[in-house]
């Protein structure tokens, strides 16, 4: 698939367990950052959405874990629009370590 935005970060060290890797629930977190800096990149406000009385709920996700993202590696989101309906969508991500290997 062909991903419509990227975004990159280093995971710092609050993100990380005792061995030094991402702990699992940081993910969600790390997909919502994606998120509003895709939608950013589209010149929508996620800030002004909300003050108009538009919210997003967010009904599912699902996860596969390929591998460990550790402590202050690069981190890449891939966000793509993988399908809109009449009032919902859904949004694809792919993550990549510093090594561009998926994680």
Known sequence: MSFDFKTSWRVRFNEVDVQ???????IVTYL????????????ISYKKMREEGYEFIINSVKIEFKK????????????S???????????????????????
């Open 20 to 26: 030094g890797v991402v702990h699992h629930t940081q």
């Open 32 to 43: 919502a950052i994606a998120r509003a800096e895709f939608w950013r990149s589209l010149g």
């Open 68 to 79: 460990a993202l550790t402590f202050d590696e690069t981190i890449t989101f891939f966000v």
């Open 81 to 103: 629009v993988k399908r809109i309906a009449r009032s919902s969508f859904i949004l694809e991500y792919e993550v990549k370590d510093t090594a561009g290997d998926l994680a």
